[in-house]
């Protein structure tokens, strides 16, 4: 079983790299599944199963946040994939937490950026660029040769060792590169680990607490002049 794992900004492209994925992998003889994770509504495992019929799976992480739900559903997922016979599962993430990674190690870490969406946007990722193994840059088409160097150069600067794709996915353009990176990506083991650190802190905002003011909260807090503190045993 091998685990390739998507994360990106919302409305980056990412199923519809997914899509031009899996039509190659299937005319490859390659047999793949399909989870989504998402908040609060995703379709996308329906499009897919509609237009390819694999197996597909769609998560809800409702009071969790994508990139946890991630971390104690994967296992899972992967156990299932391989009842199913596949021998890739695909995970997309809305991965919209920017201080963790979706990635765990001996998996592919893919995130799909859509170059419209700023030339600082590869600043403002964080682990879900720096720790991804393929950057995807999409909507090439929708933006000038400079812009497309600028971007791909933010995209380096982040992440120094990534490989960056370029790709117009409505039309396929920029597919193949990533198709044979996948298919020489190397097996899930188990017990599976988060590539990568979570960041270094209690939030007690993800437990519950609606209080206003640093006053009414623990762990690593922060002053408006950026210095951290710790409250607590």
Known sequence: ??????????????????????????????KPSYIKIDVLYADEDEIIKKEFGIPTRKIYSGELCPDHCNVVVLDEAVEWAERVGSDYLFVETAGLCLRCS????????IVVLECTSGM???RKIGPMLTLADISVITKIDLVSQAEREVFR????????EITVVESNALYGIG??????????????????????????????????????????????????????YYVGE
Not at 19 to 24: D, L
Not at 153 to 160: D, H, I, N, P, T
Not at 204 to 209: E, P
């Open 153 to 160: 150069y933010r995209v380096l600067e982040a992440a120094k």
């Open 102 to 109: 979706p990635y765990v190690e001996k998996s592919l870490g």
């Open 175 to 228: 597919i193949d590169p990533i198709v044979r990176r996948i298919v020489k990506t190397v097996d899930i083991e188990f017990p599976m680990y988060l590539r990568g650190n979570p960041p270094v802190g209690t939030c007690t905002i993800c437990v519950g607490k609606k209080e206003i003011g640093a006053k009414h909260h623990f762990g690593v807090l922060r002053t408006m002049d950026q210095e951290l």
């Open 1 to 30: 079983m091998k685990l390739i794992v998507f994360a990106g900004p919302p409305t980056c492209g990412k199923t519809t790299v997914i899509r031009q994925v899996i039509r190659r992998m299937i005319a490859g003889n390659h």
């Open 120 to 122: 600082n946007l590869p």
